[in-house]
């Protein structure tokens, strides 16, 4: 998840996400590996929580990256604009 934050910790299922010194917790609610993660931030709402899926097309065998994160209405804005900025700089990495 070297894209996704800074740094990254794992203590208990609990996840320390760190971007420019500042941290955020998030425990991990679901994993398949090499398809899915589901995460709820610590200090969201218990109902809300984001994941991150691989999906792949079966006619074309196209391979995406679905995003799923839940927020409320006067922060949607702002997370999509996190979430642009974490794809941009994935695809950088990939070199995509």
Same mark, same amino acid.
């Given at each position: 998840m070297q894209w996704f934050a800074d740094s990254v910790s794992v203590r208990d299922q609990v996840y320390t996400?760190?971007?420019?010194? +500042? +941290?955020?917790q998030a425990k991990l609610?679901?994993?398949? +590996?090499?398809k899915l993660?589901?995460?709820k931030w610590i200090d969201d709402e218990p109902q809300c929580y984001? +994941?991150? /899926?691989?999906?792949?097309? /079966?006619?074309?065998?196209?391979?995406?990256?679905?995003?799923t994160d839940f927020a409320a209405e006067e922060t949607i804005a702002e997370r999509k604009l996190i979430w642009d900025n974490q794809i941009d700089y994935l695809?950088?990495?990939?070199?995509?």
């Amino acid at each position: 998840m070297q894209w996704f934050a800074d740094s990254v910790s794992v203590r208990d299922q609990v996840y320390t996400f760190i971007w420019d010194d +500042e +941290e955020q917790q998030a425990k991990l609610l679901l994993t398949k +590996e090499n398809k899915l993660v589901r995460f709820k931030w610590i200090d969201d709402e218990p109902q809300c929580y984001f +994941e991150m /899926e691989v999906v792949q097309d /079966e006619l074309t065998n196209d391979v995406a990256l679905a995003i799923t994160d839940f927020a409320a209405e006067e922060t949607i804005a702002e997370r999509k604009l996190i979430w642009d900025n974490q794809i941009d700089y994935l695809i950088s990495v990939l070199g995509a």
